[in-house]
């Protein structure tokens, strides 16, 4: 079993930045894929990013370039940061997990991102 507990959201100005924390824990963590995902209302959920447990990562395209995931292994938590985020990037964040890069098993809480001046 993996619990997933995020941290960070928020209401942050176009232009501005962001950091989503995710810290893991479970026996098998540190194999897992770790990711993050959003939801709008009136949307599907959909990936934003995820890292898998050698570092190679993954990123929509929407926010390629303007957002960055990272994982430390070490302590078991995955980091989400956003710079120049839009409007549009307003939505629930979720952090993901998984045991490949297709199977999302267990989900955090979720935290709100507002993007707006």
């Known amino acids: 079993q993996v619990q997933l507990v995020e941290s960070g959201g928020g209401l942050v100005q176009p232009g501005g930045s962001l950091r989503l924390s995710c810290v893991a824990s479970?026996?098998?963590?540190?194999?897992?894929?770790l990711g993050w995902y959003r939801q709008a209302p009136g949307k599907q959920r959909e990936l934003v990013a995820a890292?898998?447990?050698?570092?190679?990562?993954n990123y929509a395209d929407s926010v390629k370039g303007r957002f960055t995931i990272s994982r430390d292994n070490a302590k078991n938590t995955v980091s989400l940061q956003m710079n120049s985020p839009k409007p549009e990037d307003t939505a629930v964040y979720y952090c993901?997990?998984?045991?490949?890069?297709?199977?999302?098993?267990?989900w955090g809480q979720g935290t709100q991102v507002t993007v707006s001046s």
């Open positions: 993901s997990g998984g045991p490949t890069w297709s199977l999302t098993q267990f």
């Open positions: 479970g026996s098998m963590v540190r194999v897992y894929v």
């Open positions: 890292v898998g447990s050698s570092g190679t990562t």
